[in-house]
């Protein structure tokens, strides 16, 4: 199956301040997104994104399908963006496969 | 309208003991997913539907697990003679995809499992 590595595992930020995160996978895939499980353990869909580029927000994400990887910025960081990232991928029928995910914790 | 709902929200239940753990999936979804978080884990895919058939069973880790999906609606997802190694979030998903894999999947808040 696919693989899918995110990096980095973890990240802290002091609130203000900007991020990229990084989520590799090792085929070709027709599904990818971005997710946030927050402290409390809600998974929230952040992106659909299996190519392009997407915007919301202080959010927004790329992927570049020909290189097999995605990326997530967050910009101006707040204290409620802290939790886990999860990047999610899936090629064809196959399953979806989730990254291990960053875990991000904002300070003030 | 509503979202993925799941209940119980948490079961403890005695090694040895079954449990089921159901799954509302958004009304008109076809797919539904479960997967099962570790505690400090990312997500393990046990199995997934479309409608009521399951093509891929694959993440099911033993055969005391089995789930099934009635009405194309609610699933169940059961575990006989439980373990404690099966203590885990249980998370269900849906999406409405037209095919498996390209829609973005919606998650319920899961079932947190201990088993004793």
């Known amino acids: 199956g696919i693989q899918v590595e995110q990096s980095p595992p973890d990240l802290i930020l002091q609130e203000g301040a900007n991020s990229t995160l990084r989520c590799n996978f090792s085929?070709?895939?027709?599904?990818l997104q971005w997710f946030h499980q927050n402290p409390w353990g809600q998974l929230i869909n952040l992106f659909y994104i299996p190519s392009g580029t997407k915007q919301n927000g202080r959010l927004s994400a790329t992927t570049v399908a020909t290189e097999r990887y995605s990326l997530l910025y967050i910009s101006s960081s707040q204290t409620t963006d802290s939790g886990v990232y999860f990047c999610a991928v899936a090629g064809g029928y196959q399953k979806v496969t989730f990254g291990i995910g960053t875990k991000l914790q904002v300070i003030p | 309208g509503a979202g993925v709902s799941q209940s119980p929200s948490n079961k403890v239940t005695e090694k040895g003991k079954d449990v089921e753990l159901r799954c509302d999936p958004i009304s008109g979804h076809t797919a539904l997913y479960w997967y099962r978080q570790s505690l400090g884990q990312g997500l393990e895919f046990l199995i997934y539907?479309?409608?009521?058939?399951?093509?891929?069973k694959s993440g099911l880790p033993s055969d005391r697990f089995s789930a099934e999906r009635t009405g194309g609606s609610v699933s169940t997802l059961t575990i006989q003679r439980t373990q404690q190694e099966d203590s885990a979030v249980y998370l269900c998903?849906?999406?409405?995809?037209?095919?498996?894999?390209?829609?973005?999947?919606?998650f319920g808040p899961g079932t947190r499992l201990t088993v004793l």
């Open positions: 085929d070709s895939v027709n599904n």
């Open positions: 998903a849906s999406s409405s995809p037209a095919t498996p894999s390209t829609d973005t999947q919606y």
């Open positions: 539907f479309q409608g009521n058939s399951a093509p891929d």
